[in-house]
């Protein structure tokens, strides 16, 4: 997916703010917990998360098939990684607990799924990257594929950022 507003590609994380957003994510934001996402990976330009498909996630019994709910929310929370990650990267001169603290206003005010194929695997990755960040709203676009690598959804979303 190409990005539009793309930070410099040269700006590295540092443990401290990955460990942190890893933090937020995966432990303070309980529905996260709850769908099982861990993060794979956070750049500037680049968010990915897994899901381990489980028997709680499923919302077709006779197909095994992961939840609608499931995608959607999981998409919703990996395009708001994104933007963690963006404006991380717009804030270098901070430190990484100031940059963290930024989080705190995120919200989503819109969002859209596009359902492609059914969701059926042993597990899931996702993908998310930030089209644009401005100084209120960023816009981001997400990926749902199955451990095959198919594409099964695609997501847009726009969030709040201050």
Known sequence: MPLRNQPPGDIQFEDEFIDGVRKIFEEM???????????????PTLARARIDMRNELVGHYAYNRVHGGVISASLDALGGLAVMAAIGARHM????????QRFAKLGTIDLRVDYLRPGISDWFELRAVVMRLG?????TRMEFMGAD????????AAYIVS
């Open 29 to 43: 934001i309980v529905f996260n917990r709850v769908l099982g996402l861990k993060v794979l990976e956070v750049s």
């Open 149 to 156: 690598g198919k594409l099964l959804s695609t997501g847009s």
């Open 135 to 139: 100084s209120r709203v960023a816009s």
């Open 93 to 100: 001169d901070e430190t990484p607990a100031q940059r963290l």
